[in-house]
């Protein structure tokens, strides 16, 4: 069925910025939230990022302000800019897609996720 694809991570600096994209392919859901989470070491998978189809959106406490969340349907592609880096956000990044319109409904599909990570 549908698969998503992550790309973009990378190796970034404290205060660095990054794009991450995922890609969306084989029989794509419409009407679908999708969403970034995201998982560091020792740490639980997190919700980083959520939007509607219809481009709602919702940010975890940790990144608003600084990240934003995006989507273009027509491109089936889903994107996560992110800006004023911290060295917290190194984690491995997973796109997802949900089961129902709402970010609350069970995640249907996952990325295989993408890392960032800090310099050093």
């Known amino acids: 069925q549908v698969q998503l694809v992550e790309s973009g991570g990378g190796l970034v600096q404290p205060g660095g910025s990054l794009r991450l994209s995922c890609a969306a392919s084989?029989?794509?859901?419409?009407?679908?939230?999708m969403g970034w989470y995201r998982q560091a070491p020792g740490k639980q998978r997190e919700l980083v990022a959520a939007i509607t189809t219809g481009g709602s959106t919702q940010y975890a406490d940790s990144v608003k302000g600084r990240f934003t969340i995006s989507r273009d349907n027509g491109k089936n592609t889903m994107y996560l800019q992110m800006n004023s880096l911290k060295l917290e956000d190194a984690a491995v990044y997973y796109c997802?897609?949900?089961?129902?319109?709402?970010?609350?409904?069970?995640?249907?599909?996952w990325g295989k996720g993408t890392l960032v990570t800090g310099s050093s």
């Open positions: 084989g029989y794509i859901f419409t009407g679908k939230a």
């Open positions: 997802s897609m949900y089961s129902r319109s709402d970010w609350y409904s069970r995640v249907d599909y």
